[in-house]
């Protein structure tokens, strides 16, 4: 094992983790996830099967990443930022078969408490404002903030405004 993983971390066989990842506090990676090298996963942080990261990854405390979601290389997860797999969720109705994907491009940032809905792309580069719900997709380097998120900008790649 060349990864880090608190003692309260739950971590179920058939996942991989790449070498030099920590998890920390409270988190569960299941079977099927991959993560790859020096990711950080905060304190109560969920992998569902089939979720994919890149390397050096970072996920802040207080999110789940649900199946269907990837990352790239070098993307930043807000706390608590929220995404879904299901674009119709019902308690009462099996929906797995309909599943969307989502996928954040590489070195893309997204803020606190903000909401990305299932079947979108973020870009690379793209940074999603604190708080802002991201109903389409977003270009690469856009920077988008709001209920619904909207274009307000460009970043360059060491995250400033252009």
């Known amino acids: 094992m060349n990864y880090y993983s608190h003692e309260t971390a739950v971590i179920d066989a058939g996942c991989q983790i790449g070498d030099g990842t920590k998890i920390w506090h409270f988190s569960h990676i299941m079977s099927g996830a991959v993560i790859g090298k020096n990711c950080v996963l905060a304190q109560n942080v969920y992998v569902a099967p089939q979720v994919v990261l890149g390397n050096n990854v970072k996920v802040q405390n207080n999110v789940s990443l649900y199946t269907g979601v990837t990352c790239g290389d070098n993307v930043f997860l807000g706390p608590s930022c929220v995404f879904t797999n299901v674009i119709n969720p019902r308690a009462a109705i099996c929906r797995k078969?309909?599943?969307?994907?989502?996928?954040?491009?590489?070195?893309?940032?997204?803020?606190?408490?903000?909401?990305?809905?299932?079947?979108?792309?973020?870009?690379?580069?793209?940074?999603?404002?604190?708080?802002?719900?991201?109903?389409?997709?977003?270009?690469?380097?856009?920077?988008?903030?709001?209920?619904?998120?909207?274009?307000?900008?460009?970043?360059?790649?060491?995250?400033?405004k252009k």
Not at 102 to 126: F, M, P, Q
Not at 135 to 154: C, E
């Open 97 to 160: 078969d309909e599943f969307r994907k989502t996928h954040v491009g590489d070195g893309a940032s997204i803020g606190a408490n903000a909401t990305i809905l299932c079947g979108i792309t973020i870009g690379k580069y793209a940074f999603v404002g604190a708080g802002a719900v991201v109903t389409k997709n977003v270009p690469d380097y856009a920077l988008v903030m709001g209920n619904p998120a909207r274009q307000t900008g460009w970043m360059n790649e060491q995250g400033y």
